[in-house]
């Protein structure tokens, strides 16, 4: 679709940037095969829709990217600190969760450059349009893994049930703040001068400063005299 899209693009720069993020999310898509091939995990393969290559495709595309990469940072940075997988898989990761950062960046940056340029910048109308890219890109992720049928998935994508599974002891809060940092961490490698994506960090941020409640702190018991 990325691949597609760019084509359809008049400025020269712009195009040349979406075709080379097209060639790394068809890098991106290959590894996974070959990933779930090598360990022999099955997955149910959604029958091929009509490709919608149109510029809202890409847009809420964008959306639903920034939304994965920021929890896709803090599931990864848990993994590297329990050793989940072996080192080289997930140095190998790390060029592709790196890319995804680039990709995001990207895409903001494309978003109110475009949003400038057809004189829809102001600040109120950038902030409409993003909330509503971001409503767009929830509903489109509930939908793709909401449970049909009798299945018993629970969840919506990275922040399904059964992703914390994996990780022995993990709360809200300490994958919050494995997303937070994680997300500053990729983040920091791009230009500074740059837009970043700022909606999902500064939510999560918000969350971390409210008190924990429903849980007793542990209070060590004092030696009797």
């Excluded at 979406?18 to 090598?38: D, F, P, V």
């Excluded at 639903?64 to 072996?86: K, T, W």
């Excluded at 057809?118 to 449970?147: E, H, N």
Aim: aromatic residues 12%; hydrophobic residues 45%; contains cysteine.
């Amino acid at each position: 679709m990325v691949t597609r899209f760019a084509e359809t693009l008049a400025d020269p720069l712009m195009r040349e940037a979406l075709a080379m993020q097209g060639i790394e999310e068809t890098r991106h898509g290959r590894l996974l095969a070959e990933m779930l091939k090598r360990y022999g995990i099955p997955v149910d393969v959604p029958a091929q829709e009509t490709l919608d290559c149109s510029e809202r495709a890409f847009i809420d595309f964008g959306y639903e990217e920034c939304i994965d990469s920021f929890f896709g940072f803090g599931i990864f940075g848990l993994a590297r600190q329990i050793q989940l997988f072996v080192p080289t898989l997930t140095d190998i990761f790390e060029y592709v969760l790196l890319e995804e950062a680039r990709h995001v960046t990207f895409f903001v940056n494309w978003i109110a450059y475009e949003r400038i340029r057809r004189g829809r910048g102001a600040m109120a109308v950038q902030a409409l349009s993003t909330a509503l890219g971001y409503v767009r890109a929830v509903k489109r992720i509930v939908t793709t893994f909401a449970p049909s049928g009798g299945s018993k998935v629970k969840g919506v994508g990275f922040g399904a049930e059964g992703a914390f599974k994996m990780f022995g002891g993990v709360t809200w809060r300490s994958f919050l703040q494995s997303c937070v940092g994680e997300n500053d961490r990729y983040l920091a490698a791009m230009d500074a001068q740059l837009i970043r994506p700022r909606v999902l960090p500064a939510i999560a941020r918000m969350a971390l400063g409210l008190p924990s409640f429903g849980r007793r702190p542990v209070v060590a018991s004092s030696p009797s005299a």
